[in-house]
């Protein structure tokens, strides 16, 4: 079995609520802070964490999208969105269930969701982090872009898929 379809046992997606906010936001900062560390330094990791503090953008990200997360042993241990069909908005996983598959079967329910949309493309703007993730997935870079937080320049890459 290689990489892409490894499925992590137990593991259950379902639509993510306001309820899962807190446990969702401490996911957000910890797999920054550690995941996301070779490829970012201090400022920007501190920079791109800040953003847990826009209490109305996570609101809409939950409430206005198709915004999932991954649970395993009642705990939330990733959570994904997609906004308008075919923008991949956020696609986390916690710091220690990395490289288990989890990203993976998000990945496959968001792009999933797509197709009944008819859509034709993905599109999502990616960390360095994830990029890698991304490539596997069948996604080609359309552009490197620099990302605003607290005047803190955060490079990613605009990333595309044809469906």
């Not at 969105?81 to 288990?100: E, P, T």
């Not at 993730?133 to 990333?159: L, S």
Request: net charge neutral.
């Amino acid at each position: 079995m290689n990489k892409i379809q490894k499925k992590t046992i137990g593991l259950t997606l379902r639509k993510g609520i306001l309820q899962d906010l807190q446990e969702i936001l401490i996911l957000f900062s910890g797999t920054i802070e550690t995941v996301c560390a070779n490829d970012y330094n201090n400022e920007q990791i501190v920079a791109w964490i800040s953003s847990v503090n826009n209490t109305g953008r996570w609101h809409r990200l939950i409430e206005d999208q198709y915004f999932i997360v991954a649970v395993l042993n009642q705990k939330i241990v990733g959570f994904a969105s997609l906004a308008h069909g075919d923008y991949i908005d956020v696609l986390y996983v916690h710091k220690d269930f990395q490289r288990q598959g989890i990203a993976q079967q998000l990945y496959n329910a968001l792009e999933t969701e797509a197709a009944t949309h008819k859509n034709t493309i993905l599109t999502a703007d990616v960390s360095k982090t994830a990029k890698p993730f991304f490539e596997a997935n069948g996604f080609k870079v359309i552009a490197e872009q620099i990302q605003i937080r607290t005047e803190v320049e955060i490079p990613n890459y605009n990333m595309r898929k044809d469906l």
